[in-house]
């Protein structure tokens, strides 16, 4: 059983930046595809970033040049850096893992992720 703790969210003006991180108990965390999602009140999950095995990235179109993922495996943590927040990013972000036996895949399907967070809030004032 994989742990999830994500922790980071808060306030934050428009143009401004916040940085999420999710640390995870599992000793094999490199083991695991990690991503992020969000969701907005009365919307589905929707996918915002993800990171594979060996440390590639990829992103929704929303978060594209504006977000960075990240992955430490010594730490067993993910980081999701927000720069240039907007008002629509504002929801909670979740963080999920998924054992992966590929090093290079990054679902963007909540369903193909077995283990999430208890979520972290956002939110971005205009």
């Known amino acids: 059983q994989v742990h999830l703790a994500e922790s980071g969210g808060g306030m934050v003006q428009a143009g401004g930046s916040l940085r999420l991180s999710c640390a995870a108990s599992?000793?094999?965390?490199?083991?695991?595809?990690m991503a992020w999602f969000r969701q907005a009140p009365e919307k589905e999950r929707e996918f915002v970033a993800g990171v594979s095995r060996s440390g590639g990235g990829r992103y929704a179109d929303s978060a594209e040049g504006r977000f960075t993922i990240s992955r430490d495996n010594d730490e067993n943590t993910v980081y999701l850096q927000m720069n240039s927040l907007k008002p629509e990013d504002a929801a909670v972000y979740y963080c999920a893992a998924r054992r992966a036996y590929t090093s290079i895949y990054i679902p963007t399907n909540p369903d193909e992720y077995g283990y999430w967070g208890q979520g972290t809030r956002v939110t971005v004032s205009s």
């Open positions: 599992e000793p094999t965390f490199s083991m695991y595809a």
